[in-house]
């Protein structure tokens, strides 16, 4: 797994923080419960916990895949189904969405970070028509609201890196959470990797998001809309120019046109591993994983990029945001050369 500056042996090569939601996927047999319950089709919709079981309920159990989810924890379960030792820290409550949760990431992982409070787990209902589309509704719930990570500080001190996304930016108390844990990797050498997450949280958190980027990370991922939205430049590849300037390692994803990488005067392209595709939900959070699992293996920038866009592609061939078959996704690192 590698060594610290001090000689002292990783245990882990990844940990996570993030926002723990748990992801009930459903494959509607036509459109009728979205016309019935008001619901705009394609679009995610915020909803209280009251509202989201509401709609659950309506549903047959039988139709239900309940598989854990948040952009981190994504991330974390697929490294750790690839064969990497990980842990993620995140916010459920002492509910059976938590107690699933839980197992699921324990599972896949084979360690967690999670802390549990009183409130209702967070969840995304993911309604999948028959033409593919999705339309979901989304309550936060308890995981916006870790109240510290006291019992997650060993794991970062004992990791060769640290990985958050934008998300937790948008709010307290996880935006000072991310920020004492970024605290507690710079006080151990531990590196830190950062996905912007989404031009909305761009947007929203470019101020302190440009800061947090040019003082902490090493390893930042984000699309060429995101990179525009960070820098204010209306062509990518300026924009992109910028981002170097300002951060290690610059991981962009360029949809049908594959994806690059700039480090330290370095670069590689990937590109897109062709599939068919069935949900493209998670495909980010895949391809980080992929270039994560490369990295801290020591591996090229070439082919650390080949492996992100290969599990990115086996997570899009299914539905799903993470590829559950361990099987699979070790076989894809086999294939890589």
């Known amino acids: 797994m590698g060594e610290s500056k001090q000689g002292v042996s990783m245990s882990f090569s990844v940990v996570g923080l993030g926002n723990a939601l748990m992801d009930a996927l459903v494959l509607l047999d036509s459109d009728v419960l979205l016309e019935e319950e008001s619901l705009n089709k394609g679009i995610m919709h915020p909803v209280g916990h009251k509202r989201w079981m509401e709609v659950y309920q309506k549903i047959s159990a039988e139709k239900v895949s309940l598989q854990t989810g948040g952009s981190c924890a994504n991330t974390i379960a697929t490294l ?19 107690k699933v949760y839980t197992e699921q990431l324990q599972t896949a992982c084979g360690h967690h970070s999670l802390a549990f409070g009183a409130g209702a787990t967070g969840k995304c209902l993911s309604l999948v028509s028959p033409d593919a589309e999705r339309t979901m509704l989304t309550d936060l719930g308890t995981s916006v609201e870790l109240p510290n990570i006291q019992h997650f500080v060993p794991q970062i001190q004992a990791s060769q890196l640290l990985y958050s996304t934008g998300y937790l930016l948008l709010g307290d108390p996880m935006k000072s959470r991310l920020e004492e844990a970024i605290t507690i990797a710079r006080q151990a050498n531990v590196p830190f990797a950062f996905d912007v997450a989404d031009p909305f949280v761009v947007n929203a958190t470019k101020q302190t998001m440009t800061s947090l980027i040019r003082e902490h990370a090493d390893i930042i991922f984000l699309n ?10 209306e062509v990518a590849t300026d924009a992109i120019n910028e981002l170097k300037d300002i951060c290690d390692t610059v991981v962009v994803k360029l949809g049908a046109k594959g994806s690059v990488v700039f480090s330290r005067g370095e670069h590689a392209n990937a590109d897109v591993y062709r599939v068919n595709a069935v949900d493209t939900t998670g495909a980010g959070d895949s391809f980080a994983a992929g270039f994560l699992y490369g990295w801290t293996q020591g591996w090229t920038l070439e082919r650390s990029m080949k492996l992100a866009s290969r ?24 294939e890589i050369d």
Request: glycine share 14%.
């Open 224 to 233: 060429e809309e995101e990179a525009k939205a960070m820098t204010g430049k």
């Open 311 to 334: 599990i990115a592609a086996e997570t899009v061939s299914q539905l799903g945001a993470v590829v559950r078959d361990s099987n699979r996704l070790q076989q894809a690192i086999t």
């Open 80 to 98: 750790g189904l690839m064969g990497a030792k990980v842990s993620y820290c995140g916010h459920v409550g002492n509910d059976d969405f938590g």
